[in-house]
Each structure stands twice: as structure tokens, then as C-alpha cells.
């Protein structure tokens, strides 16, 4: 199963903060019969996935970064999968960029985009998706069904037009490139989260932003590799919801 999702998502081709793949092993011999689905690799998750006899969990944020900035948090995580027989994989950057399985994508397709073009360069890597609505619409609108389909409730800056036709799409912490955005003349920038500092630009540049929640918007992308590893491998899947409106 890491073999399959290594290739799927490419995660030795792309580079990244998080070291990808497998992050922790369970014990040898250990049969694979349920595998989680999580965004965070944390305490309360881990405790979640034991209590439904989850084998193997494949979440978006690991506990093995480069560089690692609290090794003490990732000591205590990583004692917690050994003690607890669990095994861990993370996909962060290869995720979030999937043309097929990616958060950003999927966020595309729950909006109507048309013609995504990739979007946002985050260190050299176009991350995100661009492009135009079928109709003109507007933000409350778009708010609305991210609302009903994400556990979120976005936050909406009316710094732009009234009417959206044109939109920009970077999941999680995207918001260090809200320029991306300005400079395609997007009507819109949908984000999972900002600063101050992107408030501010956005209200001087004249920007719409929908700030729909950094764990909100990277649900999306490990829920649609459910069905596809619980169909390829025969084997049972579950989604573990740990955090809401963030």
C-alpha cells in the first residue's frame, strides 16, 4: 500500500518541508485490515484511530519535518504509534498539488471551476488552481457551499468586486500568496487561512478573500483517496474528523 500511494502521488518527485511516506511501522506480522484518514498526525487523533482498531493511518500533516521545529512533540507522537502498534503516512505538498486527488483540485470541482489552470507558486511548485465560474456569483454564494459541504464556516472580506467570476484556490496556509492572485486580476482568493499582513494587502490590492479554515479545506483531499485505496486494496476505510472551524 505505501508502494501504490508513493507512485499515486508522487512523493519522491516532489520536494517538501515534510518527509513523505511512511513515518512510523507497526510491529512485523501485523495484518492490514483498516486503514484512517486524518488531516494531522497529533495525540487526539492517534487516540481516535485506536479506539476503531485502525491499522494504518494516512494523514496530510506528519510528525517528521524538515527542518523539525519541536522535536519534543514529535518524540511523544512517535512513542504514542510504537506503543500503540500504528502505523503512520503522510502526504503534504504531493497532496495538496494532486491533479486527480489533491485538496486543491477537489475545492475546484466542489466550486464549478472551469479550466483550472495551476495557480500559486509556493517555493517554485504551482500549488493551487485558478480559474473562471460558470456564471458570475456571488460570495456569499460561494461561501455558502463550502459551508455545507466542508466543517467550516468561512470567514468573507468584501475588498473586491461584488460579483466573482474569476477565482484563485490554495488550500491550508495558503495565504502567503495572495500576490499570486493580484497579479492574475482574480476577482477572488479562497484560502484556508491568512495573517494579519494578508488581510491588510488584500484590503489595499482590492481582493475578495474566502478564508474557509486550514483543516476545512485539507479534509477534501484525504477523503477522496478513500474510496480509491479502500477499492484498490479490498480493505476497510474510515475518516477520523479531530478539529472544527479552523
Not at 503522510?90 to 477537489?106: C, F, S, T, W
Not at 459541504?149 to 495565504?175: A, N
Not at 492574475?184 to 495573517?195: A, M, N, R
Request: charged share 25%.
Amino acid at each position: 500500500m505505501v508502494g501504490f500511494l508513493n507512485e499515486t502521488l508522487r512523493v519522491r518527485k516532489i520536494k517538501d518541508a515534510s518527509l513523505n511516506g511512511l513515518q512510523a511501522r507497526a510491529r512485523t506480522g501485523k495484518d492490514l485490515r483498516k486503514v484512517g484518514f486524518a488531516v494531522d498526525a497529533c495525540i487526539s487523533t492517534f487516540e481516535k484511530a485506536k479506539k476503531l482498531d485502525v491499522d494504518l493511518l494516512v494523514v496530510h500533516h506528519g510528525v517528521k519535518w524538515r527542518p523539525q521545529k519541536d522535536r519534543d512533540l514529535e518524540n511523544r507522537r512517535t512513542l504514542y504509534l510504537k506503543k500503540n502498534n500504528l502505523a503512520l503516512y503522510a502526504v503534504h505538498l504531493p497532496l495538496d498539488l494532486h491533479e486527480e486527488y489533491g485538496n486543491n483540485i477537489q475545492l475546484a470541482r466542489l466550486l464549478g471551476l472551469k479550466s483550472p489552470r495551476k495557480f500559486g507558486k509556493y517555493h517554485g511548485i504551482k500549488i493551487g488552481y485558478a480559474g473562471t465560474l460558470g456564471r458570475t456569483t456571488s460570495l456569499d454564494a460561494l461561501a455558502g457551499t463550502l459551508n455545507k459541504s466542508l466543517p467550516t464556516t468561512c470567514r468573507v472580506y468584501r475588498f473586491g468586486p461584488e460579483r466573482i467570476r474569476d477565482l484563485g484556490i490554495i488550500s491550508g496556509g495558503g495565504g502567503s500568496m495572495l500576490k499570486d492572485a493580484v497579479l492574475e486580476k482574480l476577482d477572488c482568493f479562497l484560502v484556508g487561512e491568512i495573517d494579519l499582513a494578508v488581510y491588510n494587502a488584500a484590503k489595499e490590492y482590492g481582493i475578495n478573500l474566502i478564508v474557509a479554515g486550514h483543516y476545512a479545506t485539507e479534509t477534501i483531499g484525504v477523503k477522496t483517496l478513500m474510496p480509491l485505496v479502500g477499492e484498490v486494496f479490498g480493505i476497510e476505510t474510515v475518516f477520523i474528523d479531530d478539529v472544527k472551524n479552523l
